[in-house]
């Protein structure tokens, strides 16, 4: 069985998300504050985080940044925050999606869902040899999922690797954000476009000599984004 762990200060709102939770077959955990919730992510052997962003004790930033510094799952981000600085600034430490509240109980494990099984199906695979993608000085590695520039590794997040791998793999094939996040995220109605442009800037941090003048994954203004070879 699948373990979540929810780190929620409001007690009612994260009661009802165990409840819908629990009746979809998930064990389920919560915290109420964030440094008490953030000690159990790291000691846990959980498969994704329900992370609330305004928490007692420790923010749900600061929250995120550690558990991604040691932690490769799924972290779904939730606040009554909708500016999309805030949006844009959890997904940039890595959390892998958004919401906004308030959302209906359906809606959050629908994504859950989506989050894991995509997680899985990309972790869990196994091939019998190495299967290499090497352009232009990146080396993509995708039976052990590692990334090298010019020869020095460099740490991507689950979804960062997966949208670089994706472009890699399809060169000069321009993207729209719509057909990237549907391939990347696996959903086609919900969650919000706004993280494919927050993962392409993170990934031409990592890659990019000057991301101003981008060598690799170019943006074509109006349509969306290529690998350039």
Same mark, same amino acid.
């Given at each position: 069985? +699948?373990?979540?762990? /929810? !780190?929620?200060?409001?007690?009612?709102?994260?009661?009802?998300?165990?409840?819908?939770?629990? @009746?979809?077959?998930?064990?389920?955990?919560?915290? #109420?504050?964030?440094?008490?919730?953030?000690?159990?992510? @790291?000691?846990?052997?959980?498969? @994704? !985080? !329900? &992370?609330? @962003?305004? &928490?007692?004790?420790?923010?749900?930033?600061?929250?995120?940044?550690?558990?991604?510094?040691?932690?490769?799952?799924?972290?779904?981000?939730?606040? %009554?925050?909708?500016?999309?600085?805030?949006?844009?600034?959890? *997904?940039?430490?890595? %959390?892998?999606?958004?919401?906004?509240?308030?959302?209906?109980? +359906?809606? &959050?494990?629908? =994504?859950?869902?989506?989050?894991?099984? =995509?997680?899985?199906?990309?972790?869990? +695979?196994?091939?019998?040899? #190495?299967?290499?993608?090497?352009?232009?000085? /990146?080396?993509?590695?995708?039976?052990?999922?590692?990334?090298?520039?010019?020869?020095?590794?460099? #740490?991507?997040?689950?979804?960062? $690797?997966?949208?670089?791998?994706? *472009?890699?793999?399809?060169? #000069?094939?321009?993207?729209?954000?719509?057909?990237?996040?549907?391939?990347?995220?696996?959903?086609? +109605?919900?969650?919000?476009? %706004?993280?494919?442009?927050?993962?392409?800037?993170?990934?031409?941090?990592?890659?990019?000599?000057?991301?101003?003048?981008?060598? $690799?994954?170019?943006?074509?203004?109006?349509?969306? $984004? =290529?690998?350039?070879?």
């Amino acid at each position: 069985m +699948s373990k979540i762990l /929810i !780190i929620e200060d409001e007690v009612a709102i994260a009661d009802l998300e165990k409840d819908y939770l629990e @009746l979809s077959d998930f064990e389920v955990d919560i915290c #109420n504050a964030g440094d008490e919730g953030l000690k159990v992510a @790291l000691a846990g052997d959980y498969d @994704l !985080i !329900i &992370l609330d @962003l305004m &928490l007692p004790g420790m923010d749900g930033f600061e929250v995120c940044k550690k558990i991604r510094e040691e932690k490769d799952i799924p972290i779904l981000m939730v606040s %009554a925050k909708k500016d999309d600085i805030d949006k844009i600034r959890g *997904l940039g430490l890595g %959390a892998d999606d958004y919401m906004t509240k308030p959302f209906s109980p +359906s809606e &959050l494990v629908a =994504r859950v869902k989506a989050h894991m099984a =995509r997680y899985e199906r990309l972790v869990g +695979s196994q091939k019998p040899q #190495n299967d290499i993608v090497e352009i232009r000085g /990146i080396r993509i590695d995708k039976t052990a999922r590692r990334v090298y520039i010019n020869g020095e590794e460099k #740490n991507f997040t689950t979804k960062e $690797y997966d949208l670089l791998t994706f *472009l890699a793999e399809n060169p #000069n094939h321009v993207y729209t954000k719509e057909e990237l996040f549907r391939e990347i995220w696996d959903m086609d +109605s919900i969650g919000d476009i %706004a993280t494919v442009t927050v993962h392409i800037k993170k990934i031409r941090e990592k890659i990019e000599t000057d991301t101003a003048k981008p060598q $690799y994954i170019e943006t074509i203004w109006g349509v969306g $984004y =290529r690998f350039k070879v």
